[in-house]
């Protein structure tokens, strides 16, 4: 059986990713740090703190337990909050680049040796704040911006390995991530998780030799103001 990787699985998007790809019949190692609440034989539960190097690197220690290859990898742990970057300090930005950008850093350096030569998919949850800038998201945007970089060099860097590399740049998505925030933005022009999992299931069966490399999907209203 293949393996996947998931990072961010115990809720919103990653959890949804992970019981999709439970559902196709692939073994998951999902990684967070609160844990998962998903109950199957092909699930591994693993703790993950992606802005922690020794955790990152006792992540995949565990990982090697269970199998030598990675076939499909998700980067989907972040982190999203808000603010005026004139009310925004160090500490603020400094957590939305160790988590978004850094953490993702992290994340691929320790994939290398699990990396299937013409076969491993990275895909990465990257949003539309990874192409557009918003305002009060200075934050965020400045990670996600970075996090596009480090792929776009990566997959440069690792050309002779033959992989696919996958960004996705979703708009909103109707998650409880914006239960968290401090905006008051209408639900009903987020896409709901299935239709991202459309998105998704079509990206994860394309035939191997497609390169999706700039896929941005929204609702139709356009993006949220």
Request: hydrophobic share 40%; glycine share 8%; proline share 4%.
């Amino acid at each position: 059986m293949k393996w996947a990787v998931v990072t961010g699985s115990s809720s919103g998007l990653g959890l949804a990713m992970t019981a999709h790809l439970l559902d196709q019949g692939w073994n998951v190692a999902g990684g967070s740090r609160s844990g998962t609440d998903i109950e199957h034989e092909n699930f591994y539960d693993l703790e993950l703190d992606v802005t922690d190097e020794v955790a990152v690197e006792e992540f995949y220690k565990t990982l090697r337990e269970l199998t030598p290859k990675v076939h499909l990898f998700i980067q989907n742990a972040g982190i999203c909050e808000m603010s005026p970057a004139s009310k925004s300090d160090a500490e603020f930005f400094g957590k939305h680049l160790a988590t978004n950008t850094l953490g993702a850093f992290l994340m691929l350096k320790g994939l290398k040796p699990f990396l299937v030569d013409g076969e491993t998919h990275i895909i990465s949850i990257l949003s539309a704040a990874a192409k557009f800038g918003y305002p009060d998201m200075t934050a965020y945007n400045a990670s996600k911006f970075g996090q596009r970089g480090l792929l776009e060099s990566l997959q440069r860097e690792w050309k002779n390995h033959r992989l696919r590399f996958t960004p996705l740049y979703p708009g909103a998505i109707d998650t409880p991530l914006w239960g968290g925030l401090q905006a008051d933005f209408s639900r009903e022009r987020m896409l709901p998780v299935e239709d991202f999992l459309y998105v998704f299931d079509f990206v994860l069966n394309a035939p191997p030799n497609i390169r999706l490399a700039d896929l941005t999907f929204l609702h139709r209203d356009g993006f949220l103001e």
